[in-house]
């Protein structure tokens, strides 16, 4: 009983733990691109992703340098009563990338050394603004009518711009 208990307050907290977003970039390699499963990797990036493989690559002196142009969009969907709309499009660009590696390895020692942006980069853009800001003025109309004030319609414009790097 107390092993399915566990099993059961395991499985349930698993799935509250959502990373990522429209700016969680972990693709902190370029070869993150072309093969997503980075895990097992021996090459100069397993110095971020798998710093235990280092261990098998041959002896000598490695350098990578490396840039990636992330472009990602997002879009959300609310469902929020009496809104003029319910789509809302953001995107995100974030034209430099860098990732730095360097490893050292003489027989079964290995020094390595990683330098890069660890999430994050660039700047999210909402041209029409987030379902939160409209959500505000959206109940106005019933509100105002509500209170005497005839009312069916309403207009509002807002952007918003974020940055997770200035």
């Known amino acids: 009983m107390r092993k ?15 990373a990522g977003g429209i700016v969680t970039n972990t693709n ?11 895990d097992a ?9 798998n710093p235990a493989g280092l261990a098998f690559i041959a002896d000598g002196f ?4 490396n840039n990636q142009y992330i472009t990602q969009t ?8 009496g809104m003029n709309r319910s789509k809302f499009e953001g995107g995100v660009t974030a ?10 390895k003489k027989e079964r020692v290995a020094f ?3 330098i890069n942006p660890i999430g994050g980069g660039g700047s999210a853009m909402f041209e029409n603004g987030l379902p939160s800001f409209e959500q505000q003025v959206a109940v106005l ?18 952007e918003f711009e974020g940055n997770s790097l200035m």
């Open 4 to 18: 399915q208990l566990l099993t059961i307050i395991a499985t349930s907290l698993t799935t509250l733990v959502m």
């Open 74 to 81: 997002r879009e959300i969907t609310s469902t929020f009563p």
């Open 141 to 158: 109309p019933s509100s105002l009518t509500a209170a005497g004030i005839n009312t069916t319609a309403y207009e509002f414009s807002s």
């Open 41 to 49: 990797t021996l090459g100069i990036d397993a110095v971020y992703y």
């Open 28 to 38: 902190l390699s370029a070869s993150y691109v072309r093969m997503p499963a980075q």
């Open 62 to 65: 490695y350098v990578s340098i």
């Open 95 to 104: 034209p430099l990338f860098p990732g730095l590696y360097m490893v050292f």
């Open 112 to 114: 390595s050394l990683g």
